[in-house]
C-alpha cells in the first residue's frame, strides 16, 4: 500500500511537465525497446557485419593478383550480372573497395532495410494489436512516443552499423580501402535502413494488422529493389533513380565517395517518417487509417475443414509471395536474352563456363538466379512451417484443439499449406521467369525447362518444411532456428558461388543436393531421397508435437 | 448418478513451479459443479488437463469415462469448452469462428446459433480483431452452446461480459442443466457460482481444500444472526457455538453474534425467552467460505481480518 501510494508521487513532476507533450515517456519506451531487442538488435548487426567482412577478407585470396579483379569487373559487366550486383559505374574501377560495393550494396541494403521495417513494427503496431499500447499509452506517455521511440531504435541500430562497417572494413587494411571511402559505405546502409524505416512509418498507420504493416513495407523494397536491377541492367539508368536502394549504390563508395545520394535518402526518410506522425493523428489507438469492412456471419463448408481453414489463414501470405516471386522471376527473365549477347563475346566467360560442365550462358545464368528464387521460396516455407507456433503462442489453438479437430490434423492443415503452398510458389516463380526468359531469348523450349528447374527444389524446400516441424514438435522454444535453412542456403548457394566455398558446405544445405537445372543434367536419386528424408522429418515432428504440452496463454 | 469427472492425486509442474500438487475433483453427471479458487490456484490447468491439452505428470484422470490425453478427440466430440481468455483470428468473423468451432467439435444446430447469437446481443459479421473481450467471450460460448454436447467446461466463461449479460448466460446455464447436462463452471465470482452450482469444489495452491454441496459446506460454517429483543439479552455467550457476540445499539438493545451451523436451534431458542422484536440471519456466503482457506493468506498480506474474528458477512 505504501509503494503504492509514493510511485504516482514521485511521478507527479514528470507528469506536469509532460502536459501536451506528444513525445512525453519516449526517453523510456526507447530503453525499454533497447531492453527487449538486446539479443536480436546485436544478432542481426552482428551477421550483417560480419558477412561484410568476411567477404571483403575474402578477397584477399580471391583476387590477390590484379588480373584477377580485372577479371571478375570485366565478368560482372553484363545486364545480368548488373541486375544482380549495382550500376555499371563501379566497372571503371578495379579496386578491392569497388567490388565489394558493387557486389553487396544491393543485397545488404535490402537486408538492412528489413531489420529496420522489423524494428518499426514491432515496437509499434504489434504493441498495438495486442493491446499492450494502449496500457503503456495509458501512463505519462505522449501521442508520438510510440513510433518516435521504434524510429529511434531503428535510426541507432542503422548507425551502429553503418560506424562499425566503416571502422571494420578500414580495419581490414586492405588496399585502397580506407576510412573515407569505409564510412560513406558505412552510412549508405544506414541512409537505406532510414529511408525503409520511414516507410515503415507510414505503412503501420494504414491496417490494423502487424503482418499487413510489415507486409506492405517489405513490399516497397522488393519494388525498390527490382527497380534498381532494371535500371542499372538496362540501357536507361533512370529506373534506379526512382529506387532508394539505387541511391546509395550511387553513393559509389571507394570509386567517388559521395554524399549527396545519402543526403537525398534523409531528406525522405524524414518526410515519410513526418508523414507517419500526421496520419497516426487521424486514426484511434489499436484501429487503421482503412475502415474494417463488415464480413460474411456464417462460415463457408470449404472454410470448416482443417486445410481449408489453414489456407484462409495463410491466404494474404501465399499469394503475396506468388505474385512476388513471379514478378521476380519475370524481372530476371526479361534480361535473360541480355546475357547471352552480352557474355557472347567474352572470350574468359565462355571459357569459364564451358569448365563448368559445357552448358550454355544462359543455363548457367538461369541455375544461379533458381538459387536465389529457391531461398525466397524458403522464406516463404518457413514463415508457412512456423504459422501453428504462431497460433500456439497467440492462443488460438487451444479452442480448436478443444474440439473434434486432432492435434496432427490441425498441424497437417498448416502443413499442407506449408507444403503446397512452397510448391505453388516455386512453380509460380518458375513460369515467371521462363516466360520473360523464352520471350527475351526467342527460344521457346526454356519455357518447360526453367519450370522444371524450378520444381526441382521442391523436394529441398520440404526437407525445410520438415527441418521446421521438428523444432516446432520436439523444441517448440526453438522454431526460429529455422530461419538457419534460407539464410544458410543464400550464404552457400549465391555467395559460396563467388566466395568458392568447399563442397562439403554446399552438401549440408538441403538446397545444395538439387542438381543445377537446367545447367546440369536431371538426376531424380537426389530429389527422391530429399522428398524421403522431407517426409520422415514431418513424420517425426508431428509425432513429438502429439506427445508434448501445449503451450497456453 | 454416474461420475462425469474423476480426477485422483492430480500432479502437474512446470518447470520448478507446482502447478497442481495432488489435486481430487469428482463431478456427478447431470450436475453443475462450482470450481473456485483464487486466481493461480490452478483452476486453468486443471481444466487444460480435463481436455488433455496439457500431460498429468502423475495421478488418474477420467472425463466421461474416458483418458483425456489418450482419447482427447473422441472426448472432444462430446464435450465443449470457453476458455477464460478466448482469442480469435483477426481476419475471421464471429460468425466464421462460431461455425468454425462448432463444426469441428461434429455439429452445429442452426436454430439454436441463431437464437443465442438473439440472446446474446453478438454481430457475428464483424472480424475478430474488432471485438472487445466480452463480444469475443460471447463468441466462444455461442460456439459451445450451439452444438449439442453433453459436457460443458466453462473456465471464468463471464470475464468481461456486462450484468444484462450475465444474466442471460446464469439462464442458459440453467437451461443446459435442465437439458441434463453436465457444468464444470470455474470461476471466482462466488455470486454466480452461488446461483448455477449443485456442488462446488474450492481449490488452493493447486489440491482441493473443500468439495461437497453448497448446503454440506454451510454446515461447516457459522451463521451471522443480528437480533433486537424486548429484554437484554444475558448468557448467550456461553452458549457452546456461539462467537462474537457484540451489541450493535446500546438504546435498542440489538447485538449480533455468529453460531456454528448445528448450533443455530439451540442460540434462537435463547433468544425466545428475551422476546423477539426483530431477527434478521445472513446465511454464510461462499465469500466466507473462501477466507475461511485464504483468510490465513490474506491476514498475512495485511489485508482483511483473520476468520476467526470476521463478523461482517461479505
Known sequence: MTSATTAPGTRAPAASVAGGNALAGTRTLIRFALRRDRVRLPVWIGALLLSTLATANSFRTLYSDPQDRANAVAGADSPAGLALSGPRHYLTDDGFGSILSHQMIGFTAVLVGLMSVLAVTRHTRAEEETGRAELVRSTVVGRHAHLAAALSVAVLADLVLALLLAFGLAGLGLEGM???????????????GLVFAAVAAVTVQFTAHTRGASGTALAVIGAAYVLRAAGDSGENGALSWLSPIGWVQRSYPYVDNRWWPLLLCLVVAVACAAAGFVLSTRRDVGAGLRPQKPGSPTASAALTTPVGFALRLHRGMLTGFGTGLFLMGAMYGSILGDAEDMLAGIDEIEEALERIGGSGVVESFASMVMVVLTVVAAVYVVMAALRPRAEETAGRAEPLLATGLSRSRWAGGHLAVALGGGTVVLLLAGLGFGIAGAASTGDAGLLPDLVGAALAYAPALWVTVGVAVVLFGWFPRAVQAAWAVPVYAFVVGYLGQILRFPGWMNNLSPFGHVPRLPAADLDWTPLLLLTLVAAGLVGLGLAGFRRRDLDLK | ???????????????????????????????????????????????????????????????????????????????????????????????????????????????????????FDLDPTKKGRAYSKGNRQKVAIVAALASDAELLVLDEPTAGLDPLMEVVFQDVIGEAKAAGKTVLLSSHILAQVEKLADRVSIIRLGRCVQSGSLGELRHLTRTTIEVETERPVTGLAVLPGVHDLRTVDEATGRVRFAVDGGRVDGAVRKLTEFGIRSLISHPPTLEELMLRHYGDELAANGHGTAPDTEGEPG
Request: net charge neutral; glycine share 14%; hydrophobic share 40%.
Open chain 2, 1 to 119: 448418478m454416474t461420475k462425469a469427472i474423476t480426477v485422483s492425486g492430480l500432479h502437474k509442474s512446470f518447470g520448478r513451479t507446482r502447478a497442481l500438487d495432488g489435486l481430487d475433483l469428482h463431478v456427478e453427471s447431470g450436475e453443475v459443479h462450482g470450481f473456485l479458487g483464487p486466481n493461480g490456484s490452478g483452476k486453468s490447468t486443471t481444466i487444460r488437463v480435463l481436455l488433455g491439452l496439457l500431460r498429468a505428470d502423475s495421478g488418474a484422470v477420467q472425463v466421461l469415462g474416458r483418458d483425456p490425453w489418450a482419447d482427447a478427440v473422441e472426448l472432444h466430440r462430446r464435450l465443449a469448452y470457453v476458455p477464460g481468455d478466448v482469442e480469435l483470428w483477426p481476419g475471421l468473423t464471429g460468425g466464421e469462428a462460431i461455425d468454425l468451432l462448432a463444426r469441428l467439435r461434429g455439429g452445429l444446430d442452426g436454430r439454436r446459433r441463431a437464437e443465442l447469437i438473439e440472446r
Open chain 1, 178 to 192: 580506407d576510412l573515407a571511402g569505409s564510412l560513406v559505405y558505412g552510412f549508405a546502409h544506414a541512409a537505406a
